[in-house]
């Protein structure tokens, strides 16, 4: 099986920002972090930038928008689709060492990142290095082991979602593990919640918890038939489709 390029990652990116469960969470996300004029707002794990045009119109010309990503793909990409901008940057940097100065950040966003780094409880302590006193934190991450998907074969497909959380998702825990953290780090949380995000379109849901790359990776593996995996997914292409996760999402005003 092939790797996945980054064209790949930036089109799957794309796909996951335009389906309506993914513009519903980003409209909450932005109606929880209420940035406002002059505010200096940070997106970590920006992708190519898809939300900093956004930020940036909400902090105007007298803020700033910044965007910090750890791929190189995603920063060539996002860099020169935000030029022109005011107050809009996007950086090649690692979220567990911000380039960013102590106490300079009014507003910060991560979304579906912790799940993938190294240390999510270093990130979150580097967010908190860089918030004002003011500031204000919104974090949301899925928690793996509440993905379910509908499937006359409840358990063929239940190793297919084990499967992912256990060896494809670094941190498949983080969504119920994210408070705890944001403690730790010394945030004080205004809000913890979750959200249920559903898809009825097995496409959409694809885009988003790459199931064939999965299915892909367990055939590879040995833990999937050549012939019971396209099976499987006939079925949930050709037949009604349901999938299911929770989402955590934790707010904070320092």
Request: net charge neutral; proline share 7%.
């Amino acid at each position: 099986m092939g790797e996945v390029t980054p064209e790949d990652s930036i089109r799957s990116l794309h796909e996951v920002a335009a389906s309506t469960p993914g513009r519903l969470m980003k409209q909450e996300l932005l109606r929880l972090l209420k940035p406002g004029p002059g505010d200096t707002a940070l997106d970590i794990g920006c992708g190519p930038g898809g939300d900093l045009e956004t930020l940036a119109q909400r902090v105007t010309s007298s803020g700033r928008a910044i965007g910090v990503d750890r791929n190189p793909g995603h920063v060539r990409r996002g860099g020169p689709a935000h030029k022109g901008i005011p107050g809009v940057a996007v950086c090649l940097a690692d979220a567990h060492a911000l380039p960013i100065l102590d106490q300079s950040v009014d507003r910060a966003r991560a979304e579906r990142v912790l799940m993938h780094v190294d240390d999510p409880s270093r990130v979150v302590e580097e967010l908190r290095r860089v918030m004002t006193p003011r500031g204000r934190v919104v974090l949301a991450e899925p928690d793996w082991d509440t993905l379910v998907i509908d499937h006359p074969n409840p358990d063929l497909t239940r190793a297919v979602t084990l499967f992912l959380a256990t060896s494809l998702i670094r941190n498949a825990d983080i969504g119920r593990r994210l408070p705890r953290i944001c403690v730790d780090a010394g945030f004080s949380l205004s809000l913890v919640t979750a959200r249920t995000v559903v898809h009825r379109d097995f496409r959409s849901a694809d885009a988003v918890w790459g199931l064939e790359r999965v299915v892909a990776h367990m055939v590879d593996a040995g833990h999937l038939g050549p012939r019971t995996a396209p099976d499987w997914l006939h079925h949930l292409r050709s037949h009604e489709f349901l999938g299911a996760i929770t989402i955590f999402v934790v707010a904070e005003a320092t």
